[in-house]
């Protein structure tokens, strides 16, 4: 039996061997390549018009390629489609980003003129300052406001031009602008940027009657900007569901199925509907800021349905194909990017082993076995995306869900259907105001119980499956690309699943520890707060892990020195005190990371903080009030307060001295200020090398918190004083001069990258450098 122009049709045998027709796409796949290289690098200057041009390229290479369908003699065709594709890939990828001009900056910082678009995306850096990217001749460079200026300067994208001054890249820090608006200007983008503002702003008054909670989540979904709970976002990350909530091919998809299924009620001959759904699809993406998934997914979608349209068979593999080189050209995104490995590696397991699992629906087409037949489906696909991505998922994170398995099918169709209700209440709103609101009362339940399920869901599994180690640098990625080569070779499903199951088992396995590397202490550059790592004696010890953006920046430089070290456990975490810039990492790293035991004061401020450690099953040990005790050899801390139950946060806190291998020895304080730093004083004594100030070095107002600083650097002694601090002021001058210390004593700050003190090869005493950069 053959399709139409004598295409041979997909075999319906569901017994073996129809992998080789899976893998051998009937669409042109090579030839859509080429032509959606040619159209993205001619439409590259605009937003719509290089989509408009990629589709039209499509449709007019797929209808040249229909005159030549007669020929039944393809099968070198076929046989090369892998060398072809790949190299078509790679030169995309490779040539089309060199077609901008690189801008040139000067080797020596000073004043640059700029000309650019900033993006609409900002944020505060390390340093306290108003964080954005500019795009300059397709380089994206950090630019770095005050803070006093954030309000004049438009939220949007906008076109900018004039002076800034450029600081160029160290070893540790990236390049940047530091730019003022005086100097700068700029127009608040294009008309489409501010089009699409507006759509946005109206999107939200629709939804403005719903609950906070049930506005985010819709927000999320439609064009990825709501904001969620911490409480929700963690539920769903831990079931491994967090996929559902992020801008992906899954909601694409979706919204272009049920765009085609609306306008088949339209009286339209079949290429008149095509074009509209092209139009919409387009529009939708755009809405999106043409976000990579999106686009990814629409292209794709709309590929694979104009090919259904001339009759012609098309598999996944083929649309996947299509989708990267996509992806490559129009985003200029390098192979390893985390995002496309994602969509690849899921949907490459989808096309591999996500075929249908009976044929019970057909021989007997009874409703029950029609509903059985598609829930099996939907659990062998969902089987499918998390055995190929379950290894990337694991180096990235550390952690998985493999109860996502379960979970996907179960809460999909309500996501789904959240997403097709807020879809259908934006267009009711168009076309007749006013009547929305009903569907708003409606649908603010429906997200409400969609989001209960998953915390429910969180509840009733526990904690993830957590990484042991980490293996080498690109195992997983040579690994997943040995198995879908093989897979291909061979024409084998079960290849490419024992290649992602091999793949996982690495991060299962006793973690390895280099014994080699000696004592060291690292003091992580996380902004105002605290992440400070030790390792003595072959054992890992954290204090805190906070900062004030939601313990995220702490979290990512604690898991970057894991993951280089190949271990991902910590023997012990002590919590200084309960503020949040020293434990807003806390959850994260009970979700991600291994941890043996923790040392926490016994103070009501830190019973939240208790409780999450013993649901998790971690040993805690309380340290009472004035009490000291060794946990580790080599480490003791302290309770400095004899009543430290009672006191403020700050002055109740932990301090904890490390002692390395060759007797160099660091104090770590917390947040002591007053009364803590006079207790502080009165207790320890002899000599320590290298003091982490208290209070990320600010002053104690009052004589007596200076008189007490003055007393405790005058008896230890330390030869360098650190602050766990990203500041990019010179804090030593200031120190001093308010301290009004003598002899001086060097001040290291996390302003160039995360400190690490170890101790001197060739005789006592410590060394500090700094690694690695502030902002990354």
Request: aromatic share 6%; hydrophobic share 45%; charged share 20%.
């Amino acid at each position: 039996m053959t399709e139409r122009n004598g295409a041979p049709a997909e075999s319906n045998d569901e017994s073996g061997g129809d992998l080789q027709v899976r893998w051998r796409a009937a669409a042109p796949v090579v030839p859509y390549a080429i032509a959606c290289t040619i159209g993205i690098v001619l439409g590259r200057c605009t937003e719509i018009l290089g989509v408009a041009l990629v589709l039209t390229s499509f449709l007019a290479h797929e209808r040249m390629h229909r005159r030549r369908a007669r020929d039944q003699s393809r099968e070198w065709r076929r046989r090369g489609f892998l060398v072809v594709a790949t190299a078509t890939i790679f030169a995309a990828g490779s040539v089309a980003p060199e077609a901008t001009a690189r801008p040139r900056f000067p080797e020596r910082e000073g004043l640059v003129s700029i000309r650019g678009v900033v993006a609409r995306e900002h944020g505060t850096s390390a340093h306290g300052r108003m964080m954005r990217w500019i795009a300059i001749g397709g380089t994206k460079v950090r630019m770095d406001f005050s803070s006093a200026d954030s309000h004049r300067l438009p939220k949007s994208a906008f076109r900018v031009e004039g002076t800034a001054y450029y600081v160029p890249s160290t070893r540790q820090t990236k390049a940047r602008l530091i730019a003022s608006p005086a100097t700068l200007r700029y127009t608040t983008g294009s008309s489409a940027s501010d089009l699409r503002a507006r759509i946005h702003a109206r999107i939200e008054r629709i939804f403005e009657s719903a609950s906070p909670r049930a506005r985010g989540f819709i927000a999320r979904l439609l064009y990825g900007r709501g904001e969620l709970a911490p409480e929700d976002e963690r539920s769903h990350r831990v079931t491994g569901l967090a996929h559902l909530l992020a801008i992906s091919g899954l909601h694409a998809v979706f919204i272009a199925g049920m765009v085609r299924s609306t306008l088949g009620f339209l009286p339209l001959r079949s290429r008149w509907r095509f074009t509209l759904l092209c139009m919409i699809l387009v529009c939708y993406a755009w809405l999106c800021e043409n976000r990579a998934p999106v686009t990814r997914a629409v292209s794709g979608y709309l590929v694979y349905v104009a090919a259904r349209e001339r009759g012609r068979g098309v598999d996944l593999s083929s649309v996947l194909a299509i989708a990267l080189v996509i992806n490559l050209v129009l985003f200029d995104v390098p192979v390893d990017g985390l995002s496309l490995q994602l969509s690849f590696a899921a949907v490459l397991g989808i096309a591999v082993l996500g075929r249908r699992a009976s044929r019970l629906a057909r021989l007997n087409p009874r409703i029950v076995d029609v509903i059985a037949n598609r829930a099996v489906d939907a659990f062998r696909i969902s089987l499918a995306a998390w055995l190929a991505t379950a290894a990337l998922v694991l180096d990235t994170y550390g952690c998985t869900s493999p109860w996502s398995i379960v979970w996907t099918p179960i809460a999909a169709p309500g996501v789904l259907c959240v997403l097709a209700g807020a879809t259908i209440t934006c267009m009711l709103a168009v076309l007749i105001p006013g009547a929305s609101s009903m569907l708003v009362a409606l649908l603010d339940p429906v997200a409400t119980f969609q989001l209960d399920l998953v915390a429910n869901l969180a509840v009733v599994q526990g904690p993830p499956s957590i990484a042991n180690a980490f293996p080498p640098s690109g195992f997983t990625e040579a690994a997943l690309l040995i198995g879908a080569t093989l897979s291909w070779l061979l024409r084998s499903r079960s290849c490419f699943a024992a290649t992602c199951a091999l793949a996982i088992v690495p991060f299962f396995a006793a973690g390895t520890r280099d014994t080699h590397a000696g004592d060291r202490v690292i003091v992580h550059a996380v902004g105002h707060g605290q992440c400070i790592e030790a390792l003595v004696s072959s054992k890992r010890l954290v204090i805190d892990c906070g900062d004030r953006n939601d313990g995220g920046l702490a979290l990512r430089r604690l898991r970057e020195s894991l993951w280089k070290s190949h271990d991902n456990h910590i023997d012990v975490l002590i919590l200084t005190h309960g503020d949040a810039d020293h434990v807003a990492g806390l959850t994260r790293i009970l979700d991600t990371v291994r941890v043996e035991r923790a040392v926490m004061p016994e103070v009501p401020k830190l019973g939240r903080c208790f409780g999450m450690l013993r649901r998790a099953g971690i040993r805690v040990e309380l340290i009472s009030a004035g009490r000291d005790r060794e946990i580790l050899p080599g480490c003791r801390v302290f309770s400095l307060l004899a009543a430290s139950d009672l006191a403020p946060s700050n002055d109740g806190g932990l301090a904890c001295r490390v002692t390395l291998a060759r007797g160099a020895r660091i104090l770590v304080f917390g947040d002591q200020e007053g009364t803590g730093l006079v207790a502080a004083a009165r207790r320890f004594g002899g000599t320590v090398d290298a003091v982490v100030l208290p209070h990320h070095a600010s002053i104690p107002p009052g004589a007596s918190g200076t008189t007490a600083i003055r007393a405790i650097l005058s008896r230890l002694g330390p030869s360098i004083t650190v602050a766990s601090t990203s500041s990019n002021i010179r804090l030593d001058d200031r120190w001093h001069a308010t301290a009004s210390l003598r002899p001086y004593i060097p001040l290291e700050t996390g302003a160039f990258g995360s400190i690490v003190l170890t101790e001197r090869a060739n005789g006592p005493g410590l060394e500090a450098h700094a690694i690695g950069a502030t902002d990354r």
